[in-house]
């Protein structure tokens, strides 16, 4: 049974990559370092203590990672507020999912930058729970992060659905125990999201998806 399903939110909820790269460029540009699509793989789906560390050491920068990391958050919030929107299919997906299941969000980024982008968004009021990476002591692909979701909601990880697009956060959910579907997108389309149940090109697959499934329960 279907009792909850949990969003990542970076590539999925919003199209945040794109922005998290830009920050990223940018930032080791003016610093002098080395930019390369390693650096951008090696960071997706980690939380801001994990990603801050591999970009210092990847890009080979001369600073505390914790410096880096406090200033790639500042530029990555700075675009975020300007450009942020719903990826395509989120609000009918969400309003699809209203009132059936708890809602929830799961994700590597600081809780307090969560809700402040969902606010952005006009989001924030459909999901119940949300987890920040800052409130767990392992990143993805740990399944910590989903299992204390999974806690808060008081819904056995069996009865939850996972929506990620990297394999970090696919395998996140996997080891939970429960069942992941993936969201290909441009900044994803070469990795590998096997561990999903299935993989959709949007949220409007998603929503489909669970439409066939809800119908079944009926």
């Known amino acids: 049974m279907i009792r909850a399903v949990i969003f990542d939110m970076d ?3 919003i199209d945040s990559e794109k922005l ?7 930032l080791v540009s ?21 990603t801050q560390r591999v970009i210092v ?4 920068l001369d600073m505390e990672p914790e410096e880096f990391g406090r200033r790639y958050m500042e530029r990555y919030l700075e675009l975020a507020r300007e450009t942020v929107v719903p990826n395509i299919g989120l609000i009918e997906l969400l309003d699809f999912l209203y009132g059936k299941v708890e809602l929830a969000i799961a994700s590597s980024t600081e809780k307090s930058a969560v809700e402040e982008l969902m606010k952005k968004i006009n989001v924030l009021e459909y999901f119940s729970v949300i987890v ?8 993805k692909p740990s399944p910590m992060i989903y299992q204390r979701a999974s806690r808060l909601l008081g819904i056995a990880p069996e009865d939850c659905i996972v929506i990620e697009d990297s394999p970090n956060g696919i395998r996140s959910g996997f ?24 993989v959709f090109d949007n949220l409007n697959g998603v929503r489909e998806y669970l439409e066939k499934r809800f119908d079944s329960l009926i």
Not at 188 to 197: Q, V
Request: proline share 0%; hydrophobic share 35%.
């Open 175 to 198: 080891m939970a125990g429960m069942e992941v579907l993936g969201v290909r997108h441009e900044e994803n389309i070469d990795l590998d999201l096997s561990l999903s149940k299935h």
């Open 20 to 26: 998290y790269r830009r920050a990223c460029t940018e």
């Open 30 to 50: 003016e610093l002098g370092g080395k930019i390369s699509d390693e650096l951008f793989e090696k960071q997706m789906g980690l939380k801001m203590s994990q």
């Open 132 to 139: 920040g990476g800052d409130e767990v002591r392992e990143s």
């Open 57 to 60: 050491q990847t890009a080979g």
């Open 11 to 13: 590539g999925v909820i």
